[in-house]
């Protein structure tokens, strides 16, 4: 087996979908946490985009993006978490690309300076999310019984959501029963349990405070 290190920013979603992919594979790996606000050198030095998750590889070899690294993790452990139909693979693809830009608005809801940006960008989140409970079946897991990378990358997310809801009113989960289920169900998963960093509420309420946006004046 190969020697993996994930080089991790403490709430970074993107992060978290490959530490739950290496829970599930039962990888052994270490894990390295910078502050993606004082990036060190070494790290500059590794990653082109300055992003987070990086994962290097027998200390010789490095890869980013989480959708690549998690596949090459899958790839190189027993078992596969990749569909073998090409077509719903290409689609969970294409869902994990999604589950990204969904990211991507919760970090643009934080940064929403004055209630009203706040919300407008709470509707352009809402909206892709109806998307998603849209395609969702009402199965365990996004294909079915089995857990695939498109859940792993997708926890994140719900986690994220779950915990904003808990604070503020943004998203009535009865609305979005299918997705609610779906987020139950990998929450039940040790895989999913574990990647989440201790004291991850104090951790994400200060990450969004620290946007200066109106929604961290609320928490
Ligand atoms: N598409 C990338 C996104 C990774 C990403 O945006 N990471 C954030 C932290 S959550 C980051 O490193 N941001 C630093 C920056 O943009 O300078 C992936 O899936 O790995």
Not at 39 to 62: A, N
Not at 90 to 100: S, V
Not at 195 to 204: G, K, N, P
Request: hydrophobic share 40%.
């Amino acid at each position: 087996m190969v020697n993996l290190e994930l080089v991790s920013f403490n709430v970074c979603p993107f992060v978290q979908r490959s530490v739950i992919t290496l829970n599930h594979k039962g990888c052994e790996y270490g894990i390295t946490f910078i502050d993606l606000a004082n990036p060190p050198d070494w790290f500059l030095q590794i990653s082109p985009l300055g992003k987070v998750p990086v994962l290097k590889v027998d200390d010789s070899e490095v890869l980013f993006e989480s959708a690549v690294i998690n596949e090459f993790v899958d790839d190189v452990t027993p078992g596969t978490l990749k569909p073998s139909d090409p077509l719903t693979l290409a689609k969970n693809r294409a869902w994990i690309e999604f589950g990204g830009t969904c990211l991507a608005d919760l970090y643009m809801m934080a940064d929403a300076k004055t209630e009203n940006e706040m919300r407008q960008q709470m509707n352009v989140c809402k909206e892709r999310l109806q998307h998603v409970e849209n395609i969702l079946t009402g199965a365990v897991f996004f294909n079915g019984d089995d857990f695939a990378l498109v859940d792993a990358a997708y926890a994140p997310l719900l986690i994220r959501l779950d915990s904003i809801c808990e604070k503020i009113d943004f998203l009535d989960w009865n609305h979005f029963p299918k997705l609610n289920r779906w987020k139950e169900n990998l929450l039940a998963l040790e895989s999913v349990q574990k990647s989440v960093i201790e004291d991850f509420e104090s951790h994400y309420t200060n990450k969004i405070r620290a946007q200066n946006g109106y929604l961290g004046s609320l928490l």
